[in-house]
């Protein structure tokens, strides 16, 4: 017993510094509505910027105070960012910001290894409280006890800031209508700059927090973005109170899985999250209307319509150049081509659920991996044909997609996203973990194709019958009345369903299409690198895919392919700088501001001013 409360104690001095960081995203969506995956690289910041000062201000008095100016110096940094890059974008579809946070997060890597470098800091001791208390005999850290302490406290301020002062009310006020509030005559710029940078400062409090405990690196803000979104979620969306709880819970799961479950660690917190979003959609102490419908993309575009004669004539002429290609490219140009239309294809399937069913899925690698693991599995295991094994692969993925579906659809907005992310994580942690079947970290190698295709020009026109023919099966079908159908769920659930259509059933079954096409993608890829890997099944490939969707532009059915192509091509040339991350960051967050329909719609908007009429080819 005095093990196990040693461990419980442990488990709420780690959810202070996660509750902080998941409270300042919890009050950034519930004001901003900005789903922002950039949170964590302000908790980095604040880790470099606490341990930089603390070199500086020496004793107990410099240690404490460099912990309070880091919070000030992040929430001015933030205040910055929110202004330059946020801003001009509030009018853009709400989900289209996750694109500018995400190239803020290229920024802010490559500026802090520029500052800082590549090297791990350690975190200093917090002066007077080094060593240990015994309690009931086991030691446990002085500074946990302090963290422990703290957490109430910080819980009442907060609590106090928003139910008692003029702010809070404001606050308040603009997470349940942002309109009303302007109609108010209340600035709600400087409310969302205001609330925004309060938001980072205590995610960069949590970082200097944890600093006697971990120290600063460059990985952090990848490391706790997960375990923060998982907070936020279970406790419900703008919850405070349940961010608290959330954290205690997930925090004190993981010490205990750690020492009872240790092959349960990358997983437990997002099985939790599943369980939680079933059976309590909008978390523990969430409401539905805080959720908000961030499924859907703006306001529902002009109906579609086929190609023009324009358009196909354009179509063609860039197939007939694809396939000409092999004649005036080299080997290496064969390949890049063959990876950015795999790319196109997986973006293609994403944007067949986001644009036209309004759904959006932070977890999609999970079926592009899922399709590539099915097949490397039956040639690695059972020497399985490359034609039959290739076949088994969108079977597969769409069967899954089909599994996960039919628990994510009753869901809507960021709580479906959620869901579809914590499925996608236990999808990569199979993988992962289960060493036996999958090799884990190792993966599976020697997967080539068979000898017909065992070339790359052969392979590059293998590769491009299918990827087009992919990305013209799903144009076919959002033409088709079932898009129709989609797009009335999407636009106007309740009088689609008055009108006798089955809106769940129709997403379900897109969902299980999109996971077919990604899997299709993902056999098109593992066969062409002859090996697969985990990290196709990681986040990060996921929210590529979504990127790509939204800097193509997200009602345009060309936005996913134009997107892919453009990010391949800029991702390729841009590697082979030294802070590429940093361009390519520069690179996102400016068409995001300058093109906010996309680079597709842009194009389009730019192309029916210039004609003055709507332009045909924008379908």
Not at 158 to 179: F, H, K
Request: aromatic share 12%.
């Amino acid at each position: 017993m005095a093990f196990f409360f040693a461990q419980f104690l442990t488990g709420l001095a780690n959810a202070a510094a996660l509750f902080l960081v998941a409270s300042g995203l919890s009050l950034i969506f519930g004001v901003t509505r900005i789903v922002n995956f950039a949170h964590g690289s302000f908790y980095m910041l604040g880790a470099f910027v606490g341990v930089t000062l603390m070199e500086f201000l020496p004793g107990a008095v410099g240690f404490w105070g460099a912990i309070v100016l880091t919070g000030l110096v992040v929430g001015l940094i933030a205040a910055v960012v929110e202004m330059v890059v946020l801003r001009p974008i509030y009018r853009a579809p709400e989900l289209f910001q996750l694109v500018a946070t995400f190239g803020v997060i290229l920024v802010i890597q490559d500026l802090a290894l520029m500052i800082w470098g590549a090297e791990d800091r350690l975190g200093p001791r917090a002066p007077g409280l080094r060593g240990v208390w015994r309690i009931f005999g086991e030691p446990v850290p002085k500074y946990d006890i302090i963290l422990i302490a703290m957490t109430p406290f910080i819980l009442f301020a907060l609590w106090y800031l928003i139910t008692r002062t003029r702010l809070g009310v404001l606050v308040r006020a603009a997470t349940q209508d942002r309109e009303m509030v302007g109609a108010l005559g209340v600035n709600q710029a400087w409310l969302f700059t205001g609330v925004f940078a309060l938001g980072s400062a205590l995610a960069a409090w949590g970082g200097a927090l944890q600093l006697p405990k971990g120290g600063a690196d460059l990985l952090m803000d990848f490391n706790i973005i997960g375990a923060v979104f998982v907070v936020v979620v279970i406790g419900g969306m703008g919850s405070l109170p349940g961010a608290f709880i959330a954290a205690v819970l997930i925090s004190v799961l993981n010490v205990f899985g750690v020492t009872y479950l240790p092959q349960s660690t990358l997983v437990l917190m997002f099985v939790v999250m599943a369980i939680v979003l079933i059976i309590r959609p909008y978390g523990l102490l969430g409401r539905e209307e805080v959720a908000g419908e961030h499924g859907q993309v703006g306001a529902p575009e002009t109906p579609i319509r086929p190609y023009g004669t324009r358009g196909r004539m354009v179509v063609t002429a860039l197939l007939l150049v694809l396939a000409a290609l092999p004649f005036v490219a080299d080997q290496f140009l064969l390949i890049l081509t063959i990876d950015i239309l795999i790319f196109a294809l997986f973006a293609a399937s994403l944007h067949f659920i986001l644009g036209s069913g309004g759904l959006v899925s932070f977890g999609h690698a999970a079926f592009f991996g899922g399709g590539a693991y099915a097949a490397a599995l039956l040639v690695f295991h059972t020497d399985t044909p490359m034609e039959l094994a290739f076949l088994f692969a969108p079977l597969a993925a769409g069967l899954l997609a089909l599994g996960i579906g039919w628990f994510c659809i009753r869901l809507s907005g960021v709580y479906f996203a959620m869901l579809t992310l914590a499925f996608s994580q236990l999808v990569w942690s199979v993988a992962f973990q289960w060493r036996g079947l999958t090799r884990g970290d190792d993966g599976l190698i020697n997967i080539w194709p068979a000898p017909w295709l065992n070339g790359p020009v052969t392979y590059y026109y293998f590769t491009l019958i299918l990827a087009v023919g992919g990305i013209l099966v799903l144009r076919h079908i959002i033409h088709a009345p079932f898009g129709y159908a989609l797009r009335a769920g999407r636009d106007s659930p309740r009088q689609a369903e008055a009108m006798g259509i089955d809106v769940k059933r129709v997403q379900l079954v897109a969902f299980a299409i999109a996971g077919v096409m990604a899997g299709l993608a993902g056999g098109i890829f593992v066969f062409a690198k002859g090996s697969v890997f985990p990290t196709e099944l990681e986040i990060a490939k996921s929210f590529d895919a979504l990127i790509v969707v939204f800097l193509g532009g997200v009602k345009t059915l060309a936005g996913g392919v134009v997107g892919a192509t453009f990010l391949s091509s800029v991702e390729h040339w841009l590697t082979r700088l030294e802070y590429w991350r940093l361009v390519l960051g520069l690179v996102i967050i400016a068409v995001v501001i300058l093109m906010p329909e996309g680079i597709v719609g842009s194009l389009r908007s730019l192309w029916a001013r210039v004609t003055g009429s709507k332009s045909e080819v924008s379908k």
